[in-house]
């Protein structure tokens, strides 16, 4: 009995490792790797889950919140990963490389210098804080920001409570990568470790661009994840920064300063509320 399971594991395993790249079986050719088929196009109906529509007058409470995901962290690996895209296939890329993709193709448009989304910035504008060329004698070198230097990323989402479903749910509105100044890269009289938010992009417009892109699944190859399931599950971890508040929204480091352990206590004490919130809207 116990070799016929062995036997099934083994195929099952060796099933995944086949069929991890789209089309691996059916391609004619290697252009067809990686590429779904007709069929499978026809038979998937591809697209991310539309959100249901939320009246006003059903939100008895909301409240929204900037958090901090730090891509050093186990968790977060699968939005940093890969950095090299030259052995690599194609349909692989970071979350940063598929933002900047969308970006350049126009299927990304809603592209903004801040989280409340006030002014729009083009590609002209992005280019200027990615790259950045510095004359050097005879030579002109060049900088880049790329996959490996973003090391965190900005989130902007809303917590609010459904009057009709009668719970709590989260609404992702915006994300934003983080990096050094480009402007500080190869000068070593400049030790800059402060991370700059590099643009917004309201989330909803980006959905289908991230839906396309997929992210590596450990456990099972053949059936990847794509990010915008990644991020609307929440499947990261990271740490309220900041809370609409009647200060001006102002960030917990401008009101506990120079202190990391207190800024995070506060930031758990938010946590701890906003999931406290769905118990007291059932106690009557």
Same mark, same amino acid.
């Given at each position: 009995? !116990?070799?016929h399971?062995?036997?099934?594991?083994?195929?099952?395993?060796?099933?995944g490792?086949?069929?991890a790249?789209?089309?691996?079986?059916?391609?004619k050719? /290697?252009?067809?790797? @990686?590429?779904?088929? !007709?069929?499978?196009?026809?038979a998937? #109906?591809d697209?991310p889950l539309?959100? &249901?529509?939320?009246?006003?007058r059903?939100?008895?409470?909301?409240? /929204?919140?900037?958090?901090y995901?730090?891509?050093n962290?186990?968790i977060?690996?699968?939005y940093?990963?890969p950095? *090299?895209?030259?052995?690599?296939?194609t349909?692989r890329?970071? +979350?940063f490389?598929? %933002?900047?993709?969308?970006i350049?193709? &126009?299927?990304?448009?809603?592209v903004?210098?801040?989280?409340?989304f006030?002014?729009?910035?083009?590609e002209?504008?992005i280019?200027?804080? +990615?790259?950045?060329?510095?004359?050097?004698?005879?030579?002109?070198?060049t900088?880049?920001?790329q996959?490996r230097?973003i090391?965190?990323?900005?989130?902007k989402?809303?917590?609010?409570?459904?009057k009709r479903? &009668?719970?709590?749910?989260?609404?992702? %509105? &915006?994300l934003?990568?983080?990096?050094? *100044?480009?402007?500080? +890269?190869g000068?070593?009289e400049?030790?800059?470790?402060? %991370?700059?938010?590099?643009?917004?992009?309201?989330?909803?417009t980006?959905?289908?661009? +991230?839906?396309?892109?997929?992210?590596? =699944?450990p456990?099972?190859?053949?059936?990847?994840?794509?990010?915008?399931?990644?991020? =609307?599950?929440?499947?990261? #971890?990271?740490?309220?920064?900041?809370?609409e508040?009647i200060? @001006?929204?102002?960030?917990i480091?401008?009101?506990?300063? @120079?202190?990391?352990?207190?800024?995070?206590?506060?930031?758990? !004490?938010?946590?701890?509320?906003?999931?406290?919130?769905?118990?007291?809207?059932?106690?009557?």
């Open positions: 009995m !116990k070799k399971i062995y036997i099934a594991i083994v195929a099952l395993l060796t099933t490792y086949v069929s790249q789209a089309n691996l079986l059916n391609a050719s /290697v252009d067809e790797i @990686g590429k779904k088929s !007709k069929e499978r196009k026809a998937d #109906n697209a539309a959100y &249901g529509y939320i009246d006003d059903d939100i008895l409470w909301s409240k /929204v919140v900037w958090e995901v730090d891509l962290q186990k977060n690996l699968p940093y990963f950095i *090299d895209t030259a052995n690599i296939s349909d890329r970071s +979350l490389d598929t %933002l900047l993709k969308g350049k193709s &126009g299927k990304i448009k809603d903004y210098s801040d989280s409340f006030t002014s729009k910035v083009t002209k504008d280019k200027e804080k +990615l790259v950045n060329t510095r004359q050097n004698g005879d030579y002109v070198d900088f880049n920001i996959t230097d090391e965190a990323y900005m989130i989402g809303m917590w609010y409570f459904d479903g &009668g719970e709590l749910k989260y609404r992702l %509105l &915006g934003a990568p983080m990096g050094k *100044d480009v402007l500080t +890269l000068v070593q400049i030790d800059d470790d402060e %991370l700059y938010e590099l643009f917004w992009i309201f989330y909803p980006a959905r289908e661009v +991230l839906h396309d892109a997929k992210v590596f =699944n456990k099972n190859a053949s059936n990847p994840i794509s990010y915008d399931h990644l991020l =609307n599950a929440r499947r990261f #971890n990271s740490v309220i920064v900041r809370e508040n200060y @001006g929204n102002r960030k480091s401008d009101y506990i300063r @120079g202190n990391s352990l207190f800024q995070l206590l506060e930031a758990q !004490k938010i946590k701890d509320n906003i999931r406290n919130k769905e118990m007291d809207m059932w106690n009557y």
